[in-house]
């Protein structure tokens, strides 16, 4: 949260907002609240907080309520800011809770994002895209040099999801279509580059999160060159075109095409 003063007074156009926010695209620009959370949480622990789930850009809803989350006040539209915490807006209107009018999926991304919380420290980048690799390749979305069947899983893809349920998150037809969207997620540096369309894959390919981290493939490529055994190729080596190699172990990027 960020309230920028000058002379005492607030800058107006940074009462409610999240301070960097690095991720934009799965971040949201304003703050997010439950007004049955500020009760509950005025209850049980004397004061209202924020809380950190309700703060992604495409959960719209509160998961534990099913109500409508909020910005601005439903009575007079006056952004929120610190004043939601004391169980009014500034112009003193009470809080009103909307039952939500979203999907299911948006509900059951939100599940998914709570397994993600409670085994976070479980969890590594390398693990996770070792078991994106193996539900890729149990599909049938890799080939055998590596490659993703792209145009397959971009078709598959589009098919199990609805044009809401993409809207719903942000997303569109149009940007899964293109063809860096998934090469990104499958092949790049950063798996929360667009966490939306991350946990909507693993959904795709594994049923939910929890499957996805549990349910383990194996993940191999055949040798392409035969079993062996193989011909020294070391013009230095005394076996030098003699077939004495008959182990072979094969590093390999996973990360990158090959």
């Not at 792209?150 to 609805?162: A, E, G, P, W």
């Not at 997620?185 to 981290?213: A, K, M």
């Not at 060159?225 to 070391?234: L, V």
Request: glycine letters at 6%; a neutral charge.
């Amino acid at each position: 949260m960020n309230e920028i003063r000058d002379g005492g007074k607030i800058d107006e156009s940074y009462v409610g907002k999240l301070a960097g926010n690095k991720y934009g695209k799965c971040i949201a620009g304003d703050i997010k609240l439950c007004s049955c959370c500020l009760e509950e949480d005025k209850k049980y622990f004397g004061s209202a907080y924020i809380h950190l789930e309700h703060q992604f850009a495409f959960v719209h809803d509160c998961n534990k309520h099913s109500v409508k989350l909020f910005t601005h006040c439903y009575t007079c539209g006056d952004k929120l800011g610190y004043s939601a915490l004391e169980g009014t807006c500034r112009q003193g209107h009470a809080l009103i809770a909307i039952n939500s009018e979203h999907s299911n999926l948006n509900r059951e991304i939100q599940k998914d994002l709570e397994t993600l919380y409670k085994n976070h420290e479980q969890l590594s980048v390398d693990f996770l895209r070792q078991r994106l690799f193996e539900h890729l390749n149990a599909r049938g979305y890799l080939s055998l040099n590596g490659k993703t069947q792209r145009k397959l899983l971009v078709q598959d893809f589009l098919n199990y999801y609805s044009l809401n349920d993409l809207s719903s998150l942000g997303l569109s037809s149009v940007y899964i279509n293109q063809k860096s969207t998934f090469e990104k997620i499958i092949w790049g540096d950063s798996l929360v580059i667009n966490l939306p369309l991350v946990l909507l894959l693993i959904r795709f390919l594994s049923g939910n999160f929890e499957n996805f981290i549990t349910l383990s493939y194996p993940y191999s490529m055949k040798v392409p060159f035969g079993i062996g055994p193989w011909q020294c190729e070391n013009e230095n080596c005394p076996d030098f075109k003699e077939f004495v190699i008959d182990k072979c172990v094969r590093f390999e990027d996973k990360y990158k095409k090959l």
